[in-house]
Every structure is written in structure tokens, then in C-alpha cells.
């Protein structure tokens, strides 16, 4: 079993900046992949930002230059730093976590996902 827990996420004006922290923890043997994703009212998730284990990040057009994702491959953990924020980037931030885990004697890939934290953007 391996958890994923958010948190960081609120309220703040446009223009100004929050950080999302995201953990994993649990039987986890390697994790290939962090990223963000959010999903607003009424649309699909998208995805935001990932990094891979070696540090290759990519990110959404919509948040170049104005999001960071970093990552502590030792803590199992990945941070989302949003800076000039604007009101469309109003929505629920999910963390993404893939990976492998041991089955037994067996390894096997996992892909988990955090239970979502609140980002709104208003004035």
C-alpha cells in the first residue's frame, strides 16, 4: 500500500503565490514519476507539472514561468510552487505518484494519487 498526502493549497488574490507539499509513504521500492494535476468545475484533469527521478520536469503551457515542481527523492516528496497566480488557476490539486512496489517476492508498478487539496484564485 503506498499513501499520497497534499496539503498547502487555499485562498489568495491573483498575482500572489501558495506551494503545495506532497508525500508518499508506505511500501514503495522506487518512484519513477511525481507530479500535479488539477481538475476545475465542470472540466477534465489536466495535468500541471511531473519530475522524474533523474530531475527531466515538464510542464503545462498554461503555468510556464510562473510554477516550480521540485523534489526530495530521499523524503518521497514533491513541492508545487505557484507564483503570479490568476483566478483560472482556480481548481482541486491532485498529486500523482508512480512507481514499484513489492507483491510477495514479486515487484509490480503502482500509480497512486492524493485525495486533492482546494487552490482558489479571487480577489
Known amino acids: 500500500q503506498v499513501q499520497v498526502v497534499e496539503s498547502g493549497g487555499g485562498l489568495v488574490q491573483p498575482g500572489g503565490s501558495l506551494r503545495l507539499s506532497c508525500a508518499a509513504s508506505?511500501?514503495?521500492?522506487?518512484?519513477?514519476?511525481m507530479g500535479w494535476y488539477r481538475q476545475a468545475p465542470g472540466k477534465q484533469r489536466e495535468l500541471v507539472a511531473a519530475?522524474?527521478?533523474?530531475?527531466?520536469?515538464n510542464y503545462a503551457d498554461s503555468v510556464k514561468g510562473r510554477f516550480t515542481i521540485s523534489r526530495d527523492n530521499f523524503k518521497n516528496t514533491v513541492w508545487l510552487q505557484m507564483n503570479s497566480l490568476k483566478p483560472e488557476d482556480t481548481a482541486v490539486y491532485y498529486c500523482?505518484?508512480?512507481?514499484?512496489?513489492?507483491?510477495?517476492?514479486?515487484?509490480?508498478?503502482?500509480?497512486?494519487w492524493g485525495q486533492g487539496t482546494q487552490v482558489t484564485v479571487s480577489s
Open positions: 519530475i522524474r527521478s533523474g530531475g527531466n520536469t
Open positions: 508506505g511500501s514503495i521500492r522506487r518512484i519513477y514519476a
Open positions: 500523482n505518484v508512480n512507481g514499484s512496489t513489492w507483491m510477495g517476492s514479486a515487484v509490480r508498478d503502482f500509480e497512486s
